[in-house]
């Protein structure tokens, strides 16, 4: 069984991601990819499992997010670990949308990353490659204090100290 | 000088450790090269023709003397006993070892000083003008407001991975001494009608291979939005900015391609979502950052009385009186002045100091500057609050050290980049011409007869050494794998900042001091009266100028 990172516990990963070129939806939890997901659409309303979406993190979240608000993940892809436009992404579904689904990090982002990526709101980590799951977890915990305002910190330090 | 509390020193010693354990896991083959790269950047960590390269941050220049003994301390200790000033005012090392660098952020750490992101894509040193809180023309201290700035850009979770390097400078008076308009975002103190204090917003600004000056897309915003303002800014180049190429990837092409006021709409309709949010500066948090930042114990010294006992002395000690004349300056606060050090000897890499001349510094500081002391983006050192009956004593113990070079603001207190002896991106060497124009213009007499003058030399069109904004600009290309040097004129990183244009075909190494020479003839038989460089370059034109560095020599 594949394996997520996911609230900070190494877990078993039961969504089940399609080959783009798939004609039939699989029974089960689905990930789909946003294309997918628009083809789909039919197949969705009367379909078993749950569904989820990949959206890339140079989408117009604000144009696209509406429908998607209310599936229970969403997960956003970096194509490569420098492209920071998920972090944003991610900011926005929480901070702007209120999105309180898992958020999936998927794609080329890499372990150093965690711990910026979690304070912007991604709480399920799904590696590309077979990275060590429970020693990257380590990486969530690289800073114990923070200046700015984020996900999981409301308030600045300077309203702290 | 702020201090840290133990917030701001967890959150340095936690990046210490991250960074060792980074490092050690790239030494176990761990982590990829390419992985591994963006880590040590932003851990102010270059890899360059001879070795890596550390880049320190020193927040808006200001260093402690204790501080300064510790970057001697390091030099001395993991490198080669010398370290080098940036235009951007951090300090760099040259030779340190990587398995080493972890220790030295260790021992860093232990000054409240670190290497957080001094490199890579990401929130940059903020800078800011050298004479904050002592300056005639100051409106309001700009430190402040830099320290904000730093706590609010140290580890921002959502723009460590932007497009490309993000770099802020504010600007604290009526002149301009940060060259914030050449930067990703400038930032200007302003007060309005009611004497309330903000900031005029300059976006879009950079030198690099398209230099461009920046554009203002908000003419207040009132001080306690800053942070918000920032978010907005940065959040919407992140999303938007150029990631397929890295030459197009800097804010200001983005600016450039929405236009200045596009650009300014869309960072609006962030920032609505954002505003009064709790990013907002409290009144308590700006009084708290702006305690570090007190007026010194001045004592009430009759102003003019102790400048007249100096002009004294200096009457009957010429070379006293030069190195008053060009390296010291009035403050706001009477009889102090402000004294820079040079760092340009003829002879030294623009900018390079060593162990020793550090120690020298922090003993200068703590006799006669209250313990602090200033990098500026010109590559110096200034002390600041000097009592005026004290400089004698001061110049004394700064020429011994090779410190009182009397050329500030002179053309042989070049700007100048690492260039061919140490960058593997140059294109030519730029540390050879810089001395070579020094050796050349070495009568005092003469450089003083020129006055101010600005002579900027980068190796490759990068620009680190502000080609683009020099009086003189003087730019390394590559001919055929032969180093050749092109001449600009005109350019100023001042409030009117301009950029210059290209002369005409490039020089060899040998003809580019006498080039310069011809440029120096062109200005003293046109110049009217005390009109500088700049000016009478401005009035006359660039044909001039042209005709007599490419006349065929007869
Ligand atoms: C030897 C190692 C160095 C390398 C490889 C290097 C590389 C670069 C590159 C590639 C750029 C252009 C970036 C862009 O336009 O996006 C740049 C710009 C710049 N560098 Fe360096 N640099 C080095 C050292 C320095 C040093 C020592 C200084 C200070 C003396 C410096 C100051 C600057 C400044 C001020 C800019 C222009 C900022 C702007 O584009 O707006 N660099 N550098
Ligand atoms: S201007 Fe070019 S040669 Fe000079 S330091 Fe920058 S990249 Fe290197």
């Known amino acids: 069984m594949p394996q997520v990172l996911k609230d900070n516990c190494v877990v078993n990963d039961d969504w089940i991601t399609l080959e783009e070129s798939s004609e039939t939806l699989p029974s089960g939890d689905v990930l789909l990819s946003y294309d997918q997901w628009q083809g789909f659409s039919e197949q969705i309303t009367r379909h078993d499992g749950s569904v989820g979406v990949i959206i890339d ?48 990090a998927v794609g080329g982002f890499i372990r150093d990353q965690l711990y910026l990526l979690s304070r912007c709101g991604f709480n399920a980590f799904k590696f590309a490659d077979d990275t060590d799951l429970s020693e990257s977890a380590k990486s969530l915990k690289d800073f114990s204090e923070t200046y700015q305002v984020s996900v999981e910190q409301k308030n600045p330090l300077f309203r702290r100290r | 000088m702020y201090k840290y509390d133990n917030y701001d020193h967890k959150i340095v010693n936690e990046r210490v450790e991250q ?74 090392l040259n030779w340190p070892a990587l398995e080493e660098v972890p220790d030295i952020l260790a021992e860093l750490a232990e000054v409240e000083m670190h290497a957080i992101q001094t490199s890579g894509n990401c929130i940059r040193n903020t800078t800011t003008d050298q004479f904050a809180g002592v300056a005639e023309d100051e409106i309001e201290d700009p430190r402040p407001w830099c320290e904000l700035i730093r706590q609010w850009s140290t580890l921002h979770p959502e723009f460590a991975f932007l497009p490309r390097k993000f ?71 992140n999303r938007y900015g150029n990631r397929d190429n890295k030459y197009k990837a800097r804010i200001k092409i983005l600016v450039k391609a929405w ?18 949010g709790p990013s907002t500066l409290t009144n308590s ?6 305690s570090f930042f007190p007026s010194p114990d001045y004592k009430d010294i009759n102003g003019s009385e102790s400048a007249d006992k100096v002009a004294e002395i200096a009457a009957d000690n010429i070379a006293f ?53 200033r990098a500026t983006h010109n590559q110096n050192i200034v002390l600041t609050d000097v ?42 060497k730029s540390i050879p011409v810089a001395e070579a124009i020094q050796r050349k213009f070495s009568d005092l007499d003469y450089v003083y007869d020129l006055g101010d003058l600005e002579l900027n030399i980068s190796g490759c069109m990068n620009a680190c050494g502000h080609h683009h904004v020099g009086h003189i600009g003087i730019l390394g290309v590559d001919k055929k794998g032969k180093e050749w040097y092109q001449i600009q ?20 190494r040998d003809q580019i001091t006498d080039g310069i020479e011809k440029l120096l003839d062109v200005y003293v038989e046109n110049r009217i009266a005390d009109e500088s460089f700049l000016s009478t370059y401005q009035r006359i034109g660039i044909e001039k100028f042209k005709e007599r560095v490419y006349a065929p020599s007869t």
């Not at chain 1, 998607?68 to 900011?91: C, E, M, T, V, W």
């Open chain 1, 57 to 104: 993190g140079n989408a117009e979240i604000e144009e696209i997010i509406e429908p998607l608000l209310k599936l229970p993940l969403i997960a956003i892809n970096f194509p490569k670990f420098a492209d920071g436009r998920g972090f944003s992404a991610a900011r926005l579904l929480r901070e702007r949308f209120n999105y309180t689904g898992e958020i999936r």
């Open chain 2, 19 to 92: 960074f060792r354990d980074q490092t050690q896991r790239y030494l176990a083959g761990e982590i990829a090269d390419e992985e591994f790269l963006p880590l040590r950047l932003q851990n102010g960590l270059y890899v360059q023709r001879l070795a890596p390269m550390l880049r320190i941050a020193v927040p808006y220049g200001m260093l402690s003397s204790r501080q300064v003994r510790k970057l001697a301390h390091i030099s001395r200790v993991f490198d080669k006993g010398y370290v080098h000033i940036t235009t951007r005012q951090n300090v760099q």
């Open chain 2, 167 to 237: 770099k802020i400078a504010v600007c604290g008076s009526t002149e301009d001494r940060a060259a914030f308009l050449l930067h990703d975002i400038g930032l200007q103190l302003v007060k309005n009608d009611n004497e309330e204090l903000g900031f005029e917003v300059f976006v879009g600004g950079g030198l690099g291979r398209t230099p461009i000056i920046g554009s203002s897309i908000r003419k207040f915003l009132p001080k306690q939005h800053l942070l918000s303002y920032l978010d907005a800014i940065v959040r919407v180049y």
């Open chain 2, 259 to 276: 236009t200045p006021e596009v650009f300014a709409q869309r960072v609006e309709a962030e920032w609505k979502h954002l505003k009064d």
């Open chain 2, 285 to 290: 948090e700006i009084s708290r950052v702006k």
């Open chain 2, 321 to 373: 009186k030069r190195w008053l004349d060009r390296n010291t300056q009035p403050q706001k606060q009477s009889g102090y002045r402000s004294v820079t050090l040079s760092l340009k000897p003829a002879g030294v890499a623009p900018g390079d100091v060593t162990d020793k001349q550090l120690e020298t510094i922090a003993d200068l500081a703590d006799r006669f500057s209250f313990g602090e002391l």
């Open chain 2, 387 to 428: 009592i005026e009956s004290d400089l004698m004593e001061l110049w004394q113990q700064a020429k011994e050290s090779a410190l009182a070079t009397p050329t500030i603001g002179t053309i042989n207190d070049m700007i100048c980049c690492p260039g061919g002896d140490y960058c593997s991106l140059a294109n030519a």
């Open chain 2, 489 to 508: 004129l005109g350019g100023s990183a001042s409030k009117n900042a301009s950029l210059a244009k290209v002369l005409g075909p490039s020089l060899s």
